[in-house]
């Protein structure tokens, strides 16, 4: 049978990622940003994420992480807009950490349908109709979804082009199998914010300078991990 999309690895490398949770203000937070000794300037408009997460029965993706095993893997669909309904352009993503620094490689998926009940099936039809290599069949076979989350996010790049930064807010969690009234398990109040700087393993480029403005603590806070303390434990 002749696959329904093709495959497009992204060419990824690893970058230093640095991440920061706070209350601040919204618009203060913004503003914060903005002045900046980074010179930082937004580079796309607000934009909704959606992702689903997936793990084996016994959680080990969650608890690599959670151990601090080295290198820890996750797995999650990814696609922007609408939360449910016809998903047009998703991507399949294998998270890698190494400490501080990460990567993604990326894969298009098959377009597909995010309804009620949508269950580890549901996925495995998906896999199976993407042309995805064979490495990536053999990880996601033994995984299931576990975690659907989505959030509002908005982008900046610094002046000098080597640093980028996000700002997350509004983070809802749903446990799978995605439930039929759409109303998420837990809703993250709008005021938390996250902050994530990434740049490249090539050199800090003053990295310090820069975070250190913003006044913030840095965290090793996970959107996955997080869904599973919540939903899960």
Request: glycine share 6%.
């Amino acid at each position: 049978m002749a696959s329904e999309t093709k495959t497009s690895e992204k060419p990824n490398h690893f970058r230093y990622e640095r991440k920061f949770t706070t209350r601040w203000p919204y618009q203060n937070t913004i503003a914060l940003i903005r002045r900046n000794a980074a010179q930082f300037r937004e580079i796309y408009a607000e934009r909704h994420i959606n992702n689903i997460y997936f793990d084996d029965l016994d959680f080990a993706n969650y608890f690599a992480n959670d151990d601090g095993i080295r290198n820890p893997l996750k797995t999650r669909i990814r696609w922007y807009g609408d939360l449910s309904g016809a998903i047009k352009r998703p991507a399949l993503e294998i998270k890698v950490k190494r400490g501080w620094a990460g990567e993604k490689p990326t894969f298009n998926l098959a377009p597909f349908t995010l309804g009620p009940n949508f269950s580890s099936l549901d996925a495995q039809a998906l896999f199976r109709r993407s042309d995805l290599p064979g490495w990536i069949h053999q990880r996601v076979i033994m995984e299931s979804p576990m975690i659907i989350n989505r959030y509002a996010r908005r982008y900046f790049l610094s002046a000098d082009g080597h640093c980028r930064l996000t700002i997350d807010r509004d983070l809802r969690l749903f446990r799978c199998p995605f439930p039929g009234d759409f109303v998420p398990r837990f809703h993250e109040p709008r005021e938390t914010l996250i902050i994530e700087m990434k740049y490249s393993c090539d050199g800090d480029h003053g990295i310090d300078i820069f975070s250190n403005d913003f006044r913030f603590r840095m965290t090793k806070f996970s959107k996955y991990a997080t869904g599973v303390n919540l939903l899960y434990r």
